[in-house]
């Protein structure tokens, strides 16, 4: 994939993986459109990253993704890269109580949300002479983490999905990439991430951005980094082992 002149689009895009992505693809001369939910806190991306385009969007919201699709094709018609990043965690206790709260928000953000901007943006994309979708998935796609179960499950379906639509894509110019990070130091979780990453070492979203797009421009479907490598190749056969019994 050739990854200089593009337009880009990155859910969640002001911080973790999706602001390093956004910087390092920046820096490579792509026109990078961020959104999140927080204008504070794409604000605070956009000082340090003056290049990016910003837009206020909740994809979970109906009527704002839709905004944000309608504004897509009108200001930025030459849209040729989408990256669905957006995503929350929450630990889930099925022993305890409150293991259904923001149930619905995880799996909208996770997975339907991503699937129906596919479904919007699909149009658009499918005029490009040539266009990606990429999907971030997890290692915990494929090894989850007991505490984390509604995550990892969304991350599995979003596997699934990704399959399938470059499966559906493959006569047309719209390549369907996945791309796996391992534990990565951001902010996901709010600071109450799986108990199985306190002994893991993480890695740094500038160092998944570098690896990451390093393979996507060696036009690889799977871009599997670090640890999300062994999750891939080995899956439930390491359940017990991150799980601990």
Not at 192 to 217: I, K, N, V
Request: charged share 20%; proline share 4%.
């Amino acid at each position: 994939m050739n990854l200089t002149t593009n337009t880009i689009l990155i859910t969640g895009g002001a911080a973790g993986i999706g602001f390093a992505l956004a910087r390092q693809l920046c820096e490579r001369g792509n026109r990078v459109i961020i959104c999140g939910r927080s204008e504070e806190a794409l604000l605070k991306a956009q000082a340090k990253v003056p290049a990016l385009i910003t837009r206020i969007c909740n994809i979970t919201d109906a009527a704002s993704r839709q905004a944000m699709v309608d504004w897509l094709n009108t200001a930025y018609p030459d849209l040729n890269v989408m990256v669905n990043n957006a995503g929350v965690q929450y630990r889930r206790m099925f022993k305890e109580g409150g293991a259904l709260e923001h149930l619905e928000q995880e799996v909208a953000t996770n997975f339907t949300a991503p699937v129906q901007l596919i479904g919007a943006l699909l149009p658009l994309l499918i005029r490009q002479p040539k266009a990606v979708i990429v999907n971030v998935s997890s290692g915990l796609a494929f090894a989850p983490m007991a505490d984390i179960p509604v995550y990892c499950a969304t991350k599995a379906a979003m596997h699934s999905f990704t399959l399938t639509l470059r499966h559906q894509l493959k006569a047309t110019g719209v390549r369907v990439v996945e791309m796996a990070p391992p534990i990565v130091d951001t902010g996901l979780g709010g600071g109450d991430r799986s108990g199985g990453t306190t002994d893991q070492h993480m890695m740094t979203p500038e160092d998944f951005a570098t690896q990451a797009l390093a393979q996507l421009e060696n036009d690889q479907d799977e871009v599997m980094v670090g640890l999300a490598a062994g999750a891939r190749k080995m899956g439930e056969a390491l359940f017990e082992r991150m799980n601990g019994t």
